[in-house]
C-alpha cells in the first residue's frame, strides 16, 4: 500500500499513523527534529466548482510542486 498521494506525491496520513510514534521516540531522545505543515487553500471549493476538479487537481500538484520541493526528508 503507497504511503503518498497519488496526486500529489505527499506522504499521506496513512504515512503518518504508520511512523508517527517512532518520530516522536527519535524526537524525544534529542536525535531527530520534526516539522510538520499544513496547507489550508482558502475558497478551493469554489476553485472545484467554478473550472472543474480537473483545475482544482492542477492548483493541488502546482501548490506541492512549489512547496514540497522546499523541504528535505533526512530520513
Same mark, same amino acid.
Given at each position: 500500500?503507497?504511503?503518498? *498521494? !497519488?496526486?500529489? @506525491? ?8 504508520? =511512523?508517527?510514534? !517512532? ?6 531522545? !534529542?536525535?531527530? =527534529? ?5 496547507? *489550508?487553500? *482558502? =475558497? ?7 473550472? @472543474? =476538479?480537473?483545475?482544482? *487537481? ?9 512547496? @514540497? @520541493? ?6
Amino acid at each position: 500500500m503507497a504511503l503518498t *498521494d !497519488g496526486l500529489t @506525491g505527499l506522504y499521506d496520513r496513512r504515512y503518518l499513523e504508520a =511512523h508517527l510514534n !517512532g518520530l516522536i521516540e527519535r524526537i524525544a531522545c !534529542g536525535r531527530r =527534529h520534526l516539522s510538520f505543515i499544513m496547507f *489550508d487553500i *482558502d =475558497h478551493f471549493k469554489k476553485i472545484n466548482a467554478t473550472h @472543474g =476538479h480537473a483545475a482544482g *487537481d492542477e492548483v493541488l500538484q502546482e501548490l506541492c510542486a512549489r512547496r @514540497g @520541493g522546499q523541504f528535505r526528508n533526512r530520513g
